[in-house]
């Protein structure tokens, strides 16, 4: 019983969380100054009387807030998120694609990255690096669009490793790939090594790890069964979180590498002052922020008896 | 520590003395994207300006930006960190609930939809920064404060009958002083970051470039096709050094906090 009301109570969070984005998403446009219809359609919107006259209809701008916001809900409902000027297209069609070429870049490389920085978290609590500590925070702050901007310039530029840009086929598109990813492969790294010394070094002053060295235990054994594995629940939760970090961080990093992603996207709805595709992007990267959030919970509870009871 | 404090401080002094200083570098046109010389130190950008000079100007709007950003935020996330933690009800659960939500939703993107409507300024900039990042500071501030108030001193104190607002000034907020400190360090490298986001994506004042602005134009203006590397390292690593040394501090006072704390108990 308990529980269940626990898992209510975490439901209604994530609830009101994604409504708090859906209700700031429709009310931004409407309250910031400037012309709502500018800000709802863009700036290209005056161009197309036709279009513009059905978008009205559609959301119904010429009704009272309240049944705006119930045909805004709806609208949403059924992923129409608009119509994008600059693109000629739905919004949502735009959005689908550039998200998907986003994900391929952030899932392996969050993967990736959680995995080598836990394991360099793990050497670094165990051999006592304090000095390897300062030098991931150095690295930790440097923004990861400015790394790319290196890496770019050294590997693309001065060595020619990989291409500046151009013709997407298959083969360029690996090698376009590889930088982007190095970079927020790098980052996350850091980022985990820094989060999971702290959670690490926290079960290692438990008192089991004291028993388990007293033992004789080999370190291998210590470090994988009574150092890693009570830590693993909060090591997991922050992995989700970041990856919801690395999904909105690696917006900057595209657009370095003007890799076709959200990012890229970003950029280019800032440039012909896109509001429609913008607000989609922000909606749909808190979309995937919650979710992460959501998942994190759920597993963390899952694996981790304590968390539980 | 020490070593922390007197750099941030120089650096402080520098951005504020930053015209005067500025002008000792001579204002005069160079070649477009010219290599670092004796005339240009770190050479010129993709409009012939002094990069160094240019450097030390945008030093200021970024210095001050974030530290003015963390100022605000962390206030605000200190009042409404003691509201929902000490006191029960409606109101508190409210900000209880708001700060958990806003902690979930991320900052950036949130931003970026803002201030793609407000006129590009510094004043702006810091308003959308101090506004969104607040949470992470409530919630420290407030599970804090839960503890305390849990503590023999606070309960005796309310035993005595003691007003809330002088066990919240005499018992809690000296108590809260060094998590804040850590906290509050923490911001200001966060809205640093966050900033030069913004300012890389072409959302800050054009007229007023801060670090982060001049990776956008050098970017945008293509100073890596012209192998002009001078006008985008010296920015970043600006970026890198001034936020390093904040998330640094914040470690050690947290450290030292810890130390204390175990050393009492």
Known sequence: MVQNFDKIILFLKYFLTISVVVTLNFAIPRVMPGDPILNLFGEEAYLYEGILMELKREFGLDKPLHEQYLLYLLNLFSCNLGFSFSFQRPVSEVVAEYMLRTLILTIPSTILGIILGIYLALLIVWKGGERAMVIMILIYSIPAYWLGMVFLYIFSFKFGLFPLGGAVNSVIYINRLILPFLTIVIHIIVLNAIMGRAILAGTLRDSFVLTAISKGLKNSLILRRHVLKPSLAPIIALASIEFGFAFSGSTLVEIVFSYPGIGMLTWEAIKTRDYPILQAIFFIIALVVIIANAIADLISRAIDPRLRS | ?265
């Open chain 2, 1 to 265: 520590m020490k070593v922390h404090i007197v750099i941030i401080f120089s650096f402080i002094f520098l951005a504020i003395f930053a015209e005067t200083i500025a002008d000792f570098i001579p204002h005069k046109k160079g070649e477009v994207f010219s290599p670092p010389s004796s005339s240009h130190l770190l050479g010129t950008n993709d409009v012939g300006d002094d990069v160094l000079k240019e450097l030390i100007i945008a030093m200021r709007v970024s210095v001050f930006v974030s530290i003015f950003s963390a100022i605000l935020s962390s206030t605000l996330g200190l009042f409404i960190g003691i509201f929902s933690g000490y006191f029960r009800g409606l109101i508190s659960r409210f900000f209880e609930s708001v700060t958990e939500i806003f902690l979930v939703i991320p900052t950036l993107p949130l931003t970026i939809v803002f201030s793609f409507h407000l006129t590009p300024s510094i004043f702006n900039i810091v308003l959308l920064i101090s506004i969104f990042s607040w949470p992470p500071m409530a919630r420290v501030v407030r599970a804090k404060v839960l503890q305390l108030k849990n503590s023999v001193f606070v309960q005796s104190a309310i035993l005595f009958g003691a007003s809330s607002l002088w066990i919240i000034t005499r018992h809690i907020v000296p108590n809260l002083l060094e998590i804040f400190l850590a906290r509050f360090s923490m911001l200001i490298a966060y809205s640093l970051i966050l900033e030069s986001s913004l300012s890389f994506l072409g959302l800050s004042n054009p007229d007023a470039k801060s670090w982060g602005a001049m990776l956008h134009f050098a970017l945008k203006r293509g100073a890596l096709i012209n192998d002009a590397f001078w006008c985008f390292i010296p920015p970043g690593l600006c970026i890198a050094f001034f936020a390093s040394i904040f998330v640094l501090l914040s470690l050690e006072i947290e450290k030292r906090y810890l130390e204390r704390f175990q050393s009492e108990n």
